[in-house]
């Protein structure tokens, strides 16, 4: 009973092809987020969702959009893709606001490697 | 943007012995949350403990506990009778309390258990 399923967990493409990972939470929480984990292990923040609105968008190339069909679903979508695309992309959820237990939960990654 | 330093990329401790592991933060908030991850070979982001600003007694999950320092900024995690388990790498995380609800993460500490 994972909390917060992402599919695939491996991912091995083409430069150019278009890919998408998706993201899957059952504990109820209503800001999910995507991050990239490159090489060196350091985290990125990429999006931010609350309640399917995005609230954070860093510095990404447009190649990357988030979807966000409903509170428990946020999926990545990444047109053409690029040798330096190539990391861990890790989907996590959290409740909104403040009190207890508002730490971030993760989904097992999804390991991209562009050839 | 708060910003998470962990000054130690590798740290190293015979099993059974305690290590501590360092993280500073820079904030102009009063109010918010800090977290240590897990990150063991398998990659799953595993929360370690957390603990709420407001709040003067430092937090324990049984072999783990941190030293928090509010006026230096200051949040490290001691890790008791080490076990080969315990090796992997170390994220200090900060979540804000306010808008955006955005975790930032230090780039990581790479803990190896010597049997």
């Known amino acids: 009973d994972t909390a917060v399923s992402q599919t695939p967990k491996y991912l091995v493409t083409q430069m150019g092809n278009d890919k998408s990972i998706k993201c899957e939470q059952n504990l109820g929480h209503d800001t999910m987020y995507w991050y990239k984990q490159d090489s060196k292990k350091f985290l990125k923040i990429m999006f931010s969702?609350?309640?399917?609105?995005l609230i954070i968008n860093e510095t990404v190339p447009n190649r990357f959009s988030p979807k966000s069909p409903d509170k428990a679903h946020l999926n990545l979508h990444i047109n053409s893709l690029e040798l330096g695309d190539s990391a861990v992309y890790f989907c996590?959820?959290?409740?909104w606001g403040q009190g207890a237990n508002t730490e971030a939960f993760f989904g097992q990654g999804t390991r991209l490697t562009v050839v | 943007a708060q910003t998470v330093t962990q000054s130690q990329p590798e740290m190293s401790v015979q099993e059974a012995e305690t290590v501590t592991l360092s993280c500073t933060y820079d904030?102009?908030?009063?109010?918010?949350?800090l977290f240590w991850y897990k990150q063991p070979p398998s990659r799953q982001m595993i929360l370690v403990i957390r603990?709420?600003?407001?709040?003067?007694q430092n937090a324990t999950e049984n072999r783990f506990s941190v030293n928090f320092q509010k006026a230096a900024k200051s949040f490290s995690l001691k890790i008791s009778d080490s076990q080969l388990g315990d090796a992997a790498m170390y994220f200090c995380a900060y979540r804000s309390a306010g808008a955006g609800n955005q975790f930032y993460f230090g780039t990581g500490t790479s803990l190896t258990v010597i049997p």
């Open positions: 969702y609350n309640n399917k609105e």
């Open positions: 996590a959820s959290s409740r």
């Open positions: 603990q709420e600003a407001y709040k003067q």
């Open positions: 904030t102009s908030e009063s109010d918010y949350y």
